[in-house]
C-alpha cells in the first residue's frame, strides 16, 4: 500500500461521502486505504461510508475524540497495517480530480532534491476569492516563536502547517511520533509540523492547490468574541483554548519567551468583558 488516508468525521454525512467521492478522484492511480474514524454520529455516516467505499475502514469513537483525537486513533490504527506514506485529510475539502496523485508526484520530487525527510502540504485556497486558506505557516520575524504566518509560494521550507491534506513518510512514525495526545481539537497538527521541523523534515508546501475550503470564520469569531458568557467554552471546551493544552503548546515550542505567550493570550480573557 503506498498510502494510508487518516480522516475523521462526526454527524455530516454527506459532506463526508462527497469528501470522499472527491478523494477518490483525486488519488486515481494510486494505491491508497482510507480509515476513517467515525466519532459517534448519530446520522448513519459510518454505515454509510461502510456501503460506499470498500477502499474505507471505519473506526468507531464515542464523541469525545474531536479532530486531533480522532486523527491520532485513525493514525494508530493505520500504521498497525504499514504503509509508505500517511495522508492527513479533512472530509470538507473539496479536492480537485487527481490533485492527490499531484501531490504524490510533487512529494516524489521533493525526495529526490532533499533526501527522504521530506513532509509535503497540500495547498488550500478559497473558492471564490483564491486565496490561501490552509496550508503551510512560516514563524513570523519577531522575538516570539509562536506567531505565524501564511506560507508565500516562494518554494521556501516551511516551519509548520495545517492538517487538512499533509502527505507524511511512514519513516517520520519512528523520528517524529504521531500526533500528540495533549490535543483533543486545534493545535495537534501545528503542534506535529513543529516537531517535524525539529526533527530535520523540510516541509514543502505544494506549488499547485489540491482543492478548495473556505476559511472557518465562524470558529475564528467565536474565539474572538470575549464576553463573560464565551469564557467558559474558551478556557474548557476542547474547541476553545484549554489551558492545560496551551501551557503545554507553549512550553515545548516557545523557548525562553513561552511565559509571555502563554499569559498575553490568557490576559485578553481576564480582561473586563465589553
Not at 491534506?165 to 500528540?180: H, K, T
Request: glycine letters at 10%; aromatic letters at 10%; proline letters at 5%.
Amino acid at each position: 500500500m503506498n498510502i494510508s488516508v487518516l480522516a475523521t468525521c462526526f454527524n455530516r454525512r454527506e459532506i463526508t461521502l462527497n469528501g470522499l467521492a472527491a478523494l477518490r478522484r483525486a488519488a486515481a492511480g494510486i494505491d491508497y486505504h482510507v480509515y476513517l474514524v467515525d466519532d459517534g454520529s448519530t446520522d448513519g455516516t459510518g454505515d454509510a461510508v461502510r456501503r460506499d467505499f470498500p477502499e474505507a475502514t471505519v473506526i468507531q469513537g464515542d464523541g469525545s475524540l474531536y479532530w486531533n483525537g480522532g486523527m491520532l486513533k485513525a493514525w494508530r490504527t493505520a500504521v498497525q497495517t504499514g504503509a509508505r506514506y500517511y495522508m492527513l485529510f479533512n472530509d470538507d475539502l473539496e479536492l480537485e480530480p487527481e490533485s492527490i496523485t499531484r501531490l504524490f508526484s510533487f512529494q516524489k520530487s521533493m525526495e529526490a532534491a532533499h533526501g527522504p525527510k521530506v513532509i509535503s502540504i497540500g495547498k488550500v485556497l478559497d473558492a471564490e476569492t483564491d486565496t490561501i486558506t490552509y496550508g503551510g505557516y512560516r514563524v513570523a520575524p519577531g522575538l516570539s516563536r509562536l506567531r505565524f504566518l501564511r506560507a508565500p509560494d516562494d518554494g521556501a521550507p516551511c516551519d509548520t502547517m495545517n492538517g487538512n491534506c499533509v502527505l507524511v513518510p511512514a519513516i517520520a512514525v519512528d523520528d517524529v511520533g504521531l500526533l500528540s495526545d495533549r490535543y483533543r481539537h486545534h493545535t495537534g497538527d501545528i503542534d506535529y509540523g513543529l516537531r517535524a521541523r525539529d526533527a530535520g523534515y523540510k516541509l514543502f508546501q505544494s506549488r499547485e492547490p489540491v482543492g478548495r475550503t473556505p476559511y472557518n470564520h465562524a470558529a475564528h469569531a467565536k474565539l474572538a468574541r470575549l464576553t463573560w458568557q464565551n469564557r467558559k467554552f474558551m478556557l474548557r471546551d476542547p474547541k476553545g483554548l484549554p489551558v492545560g493544552e496551551w501551557l503545554h503548546f507553549c512550553r515545548r515550542h516557545g523557548g525562553p519567551l513561552w511565559p509571555l505567550n502563554f499569559a498575553s493570550r490568557y490576559l485578553k480573557i481576564a480582561l473586563p468583558a465589553r
